[in-house]
């Protein structure tokens, strides 16, 4: 009985199919299982075949560990809570953008008496959107 135990926690190269690697992969990946976790878990007995399945089947680049990668694929191999901060950044800088654009339509808009804020938002289809008016509102417009 003990031996039939021994047996099935042993797994010989040849039962590895390729939707176990990939689901021992996607687990490691996601930071579920370090992979020697993994090891032990599912009885592989290698201790680098995980580490070579990650490799071949995984989503990080692993041909040029020390080079510096680029912000595209820093994004690939990036966990959800990394992801989470990232995005939460590029929504900040996004938010500062919005806003200094609508100051520069504001002040042209006051200063040149243009209408940008008005024929912007006469334009759009929603309702949804809130209104703002120009802070000179149209004296230039009215001694036509």
Known sequence: MVEAKKRVERR???????????????????GELTYKQAQKLYGIQ???????WLRKHGTLDWRYPERSQSMSEKKVGETPAQQIRRLERELSDERLKNSILNEVIDTVDREKGTGYRKKYLEGRSGGDSVKKEPASNGCAGASE
């Open 12 to 30: 010989s190269q040849r039962d590895y199919n390729l939707g176990f690697k990939l689901a021992v992969v996607s687990q490691v990946e996601k």
């Open 46 to 52: 290698g201790r680098s075949t995980v580490l070579v």
